[in-house]
Each structure stands twice: as structure tokens, then as C-alpha cells.
């Protein structure tokens, strides 16, 4: 009998893994934000064109990819098993980051707080069960 092994995720599955993060956290809000645009009639904040703003948005997640697969990939031995307690952890963190937003800037309503609540309360459930099949721990026995 021998004693069972961990294998590493390899760079490219860990680029990978940062992608398929990337189009889930963007698309997600892009088909929530929508939705609630023709429910409520919510805009874009005015404060800055419309490039600008998309600019930002990407920026704003390509970072939240990174540190999102890269955290998981540094606990990935105590995090495996956990995806759903993992994207809780993150979702009270965005949800917290909607509401400081909507009290701080006047531009940003109370519709959009809520909308990016919902829009994490989706994507980030996704995300993390996604990294967890990618670069989760597999124990291999041999």
C-alpha cells in the first residue's frame, strides 16, 4: 500500500482557471445589471462616459479573477470541499464593498447595491465551484 499523493495544477490550468473566473464575473452582472435595467430603468453611473466606465469594470475584474483563483490556489488544501463557505466568505466582503459604495457615492444607487449583491450572490457560488474542480486538491493513489 502506498501512501496517496497531491498533484500540483499546472501554470497554464491556473491560467485557465483565472479566464473561466474573468468571463464568470463579467458576464454574470452584465445579464443581472440588464435585467434590472429594464425592470427599474437603472443607468450606468453618470459621472464618467460610458468607455470609462467599461474600462474600470474590466480592470476592477481582472484583479477580483486573479486574487480570487490565486487565494484559493494558496489554501487549495484546507479550501477543497469548502467552494460554497469559500464564495460565502467573498460574498460578504462585495456585498459589504455594494453598500459602503451606495453610502459614499451619490451616483451609485441603491438599485445598482442591490444589483451587484445579487450579481455576486450568483457569480461568485459559480466561480469558486469552478476553481475548486480546477485547481482543487486530487488525491491520487497509487
Not at 6 to 27: D, E, G, N, W, Y
Not at 43 to 53: I, K, L, R, T
Not at 88 to 101: D, K, N, Q, R
Amino acid at each position: 500500500m502506498t501512501p496517496s499523493t497531491t498533484q500540483q495544477p499546472s501554470k497554464l490550468r491556473i491560467a485557465a482557471c483565472c479566464s473561466l473566473v474573468f468571463a464568470i464575473i463579467l458576464i454574470v452582472p452584465f445579464i443581472v445589471y440588464s435585467g434590472m435595467a429594464v425592470v427599474t430603468g437603472t443607468q450606468p453611473p453618470e459621472d464618467s462616459s460610458a468607455g470609462v466606465f467599461m474600462i474600470s469594470v474590466l480592470i476592477e475584474k481582472i484583479g477580483h479573477s486573479i486574487a480570487f483563483v490565486l487565494v484559493f490556489y494558496l489554501g487549495r488544501r484546507s479550501l477543497t470541499g469548502h467552494w460554497l463557505l469559500y464564495a460565502i466568505a467573498w460574498w460578504v466582503m462585495f456585498a459589504l464593498g455594494e453598500l459602503a459604495l451606495a453610502v459614499r457615492q451619490p451616483t451609485y444607487t441603491a438599485e445598482m447595491a442591490v444589483g451587484g449583491v445579487i450579481a455576486e450572490a450568483i457569480y461568485l457560488p459559480l466561480a469558486a465551484f469552478a476553481v475548486q474542480r480546477l485547481i482543487g486538491v486530487r488525491s491520487n493513489t497509487t
